[in-house]
């Protein structure tokens, strides 16, 4: 039976719970925001406030990955075939099943789950079973997930609609950097697993950080719907080894090796790539020491995607 709590004055109490997960718990600054962790019959966490819900988990594909970006302002859901690899995102590649998460932090204006993948064995298609660990921090007034990577990662997400094709991307600065390698369009590679650097779209060796791609030392990208409807992700750029665009249908960031505690960033969008622009370039400065952005209190409109 689960426990609720909704005192934050018990926060030292629900950590201390929390340290062995429970079969169900939640903890809550009140109804609006709250976080909701279960083991069975596998690990699942929902986070919510006011303006997001997010679903952490695993399925017969994904080996822990958010399978639910709602926004609750326009009822996009940028995860939202969460039985598909096709479409989650910050899935967990080459890592043994997700194994545990617990609440680390609970305050009246955020609350961090920390995820656990343990140690499993290596496969034939290359799974090396590797050890991670995450924590992912949801706001009270932002529709911004922060990701705090501890442990090295190898990140694949997916947007957009796969079964039509209906998706785009957005990267802030890649015109002027596609110039500056003689490239007239972006650049995809299907291949799985493979980071030759003529290969990759942006490799740190090759291209350096001193790059288009570059606005305040982070990287700034996202996939969109025809609506203009996806997500936006920013990431640290000297955090990055590669990164790989995996092609359209469907549309998909591919980054390796993100190194030891590095912090990412993910936010669904309303308003195209005006919006992944603006909404990054935002975070992005909030990572530098800036105000945090904090959601808009009504629904946005239904932009079309800048060309």
């Not at 961090?112 to 921090?137: A, L, M, Q, Y």
């Not at 003689?182 to 299907?190: E, P």
Request: aromatic share 10%; with cysteine; hydrophobic share 40%.
């Amino acid at each position: 039976m689960g426990t609720q709590i909704a005192n934050p004055a018990c926060v030292a109490a629900v950590l201390f719970a929390l340290a062995s997960p429970p079969l169900s718990a939640v903890s809550a600054a009140d109804a609006e925001f709250f976080v909701r962790l279960s083991e069975r019959p596998s690990v699942s966490v929902v986070m919510e406030n006011r303006w997001l819900r997010v679903r952490h988990g695993s399925t017969e594909k994904t080996r822990g990955a958010i399978l639910e970006l709602l926004d609750k302002r326009t009822g996009y859901d940028a995860a939202g075939n969460a039985a598909s690899i096709w479409q989650t995102l910050d899935n967990s590649a080459k890592s043994a099943p997700l194994t545990s998460a617990r609440m680390v932090k609970q305050t009246s204006d955020e609350i961090s789950v920390e995820f656990n993948w343990g140690t499993g064995v290596k496969r034939p298609t290359g799974w090396d079973g590797e050890n991670k660990r995450e924590v992912i921090t949801i706001y009270r007034d932002s529709a911004v997930l922060r990701l705090h990577y501890i442990t090295k990662w190898h990140i694949y997400e997916w947007g957009a609609e796969r079964t039509t094709g209906d998706g785009a991307y957005c990267i802030v600065g890649a015109r002027q950097f596609q110039a500056g390698r003689g490239l007239s369009q972006l650049y995809f590679n299907h291949q799985e697993f493979t980071f030759d650097p003529k290969g990759v779209y942006y490799n740190r060796e090759r291209d350096g950080l001193d790059v288009p791609l570059n606005y305040h030392g982070h990287i700034i990208m996202g996939i969109t719907n025809s609506h203009g409807r996806g997500f936006v992700r920013v990431m640290s750029l000297a955090a990055l080894p590669n990164l790989k665009l995996m092609g359209v249908p469907p549309c998909g960031f591919e980054m390796y090796r993100v190194v030891n505690d590095t912090v990412g960033y993910l936010a669904p969008v309303g308003g195209g790539a005006a919006e992944i622009e603006t909404l990054g370039k935002a975070i992005a400065d909030w990572a530098q020491g800036g105000e945090r952005p904090r959601a808009e209190p009504a629904p946005r409109a239904n932009h079309e995607l800048n060309p």
